[in-house]
């Protein structure tokens, strides 16, 4: 199947960036053997895995779609990673991203953009097209993403696919290329709510690696989307957001929007509107702290340690270049402008003078936008909202516009600001354009089995 449609940078979906088939057969052959022996087996044991190229793994490429970590292969396994293979899961290959997971539709890779099976003029949303698009196109039945911001949901939400962001600290991110870390989290990619249901459970839980990694059991959360699946959602709490629609949100989004929560009534839920007024500087909020986070973590790629370096020619004088030209020159080359444009917005909000009134006034509104999420959890179960304000757009159309491209987040970014779990489900087709709209739920911190709940009862 990838054969078939995946083609390369300029024509096909375009979800992978290395496909390890070699690999991958030597693994369907080991669990093939375990099953003859009537070994006991993981449910998954067997069932192939996409995994985005941010997440490190022993002996496969891993560039984080950036051409500064070209040609590195890492000597150890992601967590995940690990657990995948220990599991018994085929890794079909490395899947295309946004470059270092920043962007909202895979056009800021190094080497080229993935394209939505959907109508392969579009974005496949990002920064994790490539592990939706590899799903939706029937590439893989399941993959991994990452979501600093809305990059497994809003992403799963134009390819009509599932995507779970877990509680911050629900998924080890060892082995993760940190984006920003206090907002990045590992999460399941699938067709269904049950499968998503199922990677988690083996992705989840504790790990001594990774020191934000909290201490508490994996939830059950193939049981809560089999619960769910059953239709019966008597006495669940609802509350509709009421800062995340309105003026600017397509209206095909809407109507979608709108059926799915009737469909919420319907199955028993009580819904009400509920306010969080602090949302409507969730933005603003994040694109302080993630630059200022993300700037200081690309500061490793230093044209030392690791992939690309670029020495530029010695001085007239036969002196060699410095190491800081080398940096520079390295640097320069390595990164693309999305990278370029928010490490100078990170290191200008981090420099001392403005410390505090940027970075410094962004994590108050955070806590304020956590206070928001905690009261609107006093009175109900789950909230919801469309999980993207349009379907997919044109190949382009937000390239130029920063802006713009920043706005496809403005759902999914409060979550990762509090911490809290969400999930994107699909919800039909909107009107206009025939393409896949998605239904957003998020729950309190360590309640992602509401997530499979609410999910499996309306996909
Ligand atoms: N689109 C958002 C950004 O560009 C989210 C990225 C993400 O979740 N990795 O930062």
Redesign the pocket.
């Known amino acids: 199947r990838i054969a078939a449609v995946d083609g390369d940078a300029e024509s096909g979906v375009h979800a992978f960036l290395h496909v390890d088939a070699e690999g991958a057969l030597a693994q369907a052959a080991a669990s093939d053997a375990r099953r003859a022996a009537g070994e006991a087996r993981h449910l998954l044991d067997g069932v192939p895995i996409a995994v985005k190229d941010?997440l490190a793994t022993q002996g496969l490429p891993t560039t984080c779609g950036s051409k500064i970590l070209e040609g590195w292969v890492p000597p150890y396994d992601a967590t995940v990673v690990r657990k995948i293979k220990a599991a018994g899961l085929p890794i079909l290959g490395k899947t295309n991203?946004?470059e270092?997971?920043?962007?909202?539709s895979t056009e800021?890779s190094a080497y080229g953009p993935t394209r939505n099976p959907w109508d392969q003029g579009r974005i496949p949303g990002?920064?994790?097209g490539g592990s939706a698009a590899a799903v939706a196109a029937f590439e893989a039945p399941l993959a991994l993403g990452?979501?600093?911001?809305?990059?497994?949901r809003?992403p799963g939400a134009v390819t009509g696919t599932v995507g779970v962001?877990p509680t911050y600290g629900g998924v080890s991110r060892y082995g993760l290329v940190a984006?920003?870390n206090s907002?990045?989290q590992v999460g399941p990619v699938a067709r269904t709510v049950l499968d998503a249901g199922l990677l988690h459970e083996l992705i989840g839980g504790h790990d001594p690696l990774d020191s934000t990694s909290v201490d508490v059991p994996v939830g059950a959360y193939v049981e809560a989307a089999r619960a769910g699946a059953t239709g019966d959602l008597a006495g669940l709490k609802v509350g509709v957001i009421t800062e995340l629609s309105g003026d600017g949100w397509q209206p095909g989004v809407m109507e979608r929007f709108a059926e799915t929560v009737d469909l919420l009534k319907e199955l028993g839920a009580e819904v009400t509107e509920v306010s969080c007024p602090t949302f409507v500087h969730a933005m603003a909020t994040?694109?302080l702290i993630?630059p200022a986070e993300c700037s200081s973590n690309l500061a490793k790629f230093d044209a030392m340690r690791y992939g690309l370096r670029v020495v530029p020619e010695a001085a007239a004088n036969g002196a060699p270049p410095s190491a800081e030209a080398v940096m520079k020159a390295t640097r320069d080359a390595g990164f693309g402008d999305?990278v370029k444009r928010?490490i100078m917005i990170g290191t200008y909000a981090l420099s001392s003078g403005y410390y505090d009134a940027y970075y410094g006034q962004a994590q108050k509104v955070r806590t304020l936008i956590s206070r928001d999420f905690a009261a609107a959890f006093e009175s109900v179960d789950v909230l919801v909202s469309p999980t993207s304000p349009t379907t997919a757009f044109p190949l382009g159309e937000k390239l130029d516009d920063p802006l713009a491209?920043?706005l496809?987040?403005l759902a999914?970014?409060p979550a990762?600001l509090a911490g809290v779990p969400g999930i994107s489900v699909p919800a039909g087709l909107a009107a206009e354009d025939g393409l896949p709209v998605g239904f957003q739920v998020l729950a309190p911190a360590l309640a992602d089995d509401r997530l499979y709940r609410v999910g499996a009862a309306v996909e």
């Not at 270092?100 to 909202?104: E, H, K, L, Q």
């Open positions: 941010v991203m946004d270092f997971a920043m962007g909202s800021h990002g920064s994790g990452t979501d600093t911001g809305g990059s497994i809003q962001k984006l920003a907002l990045d994040y694109y993630l999305e928010r491209m920043y496809q987040d999914t970014i990762n």
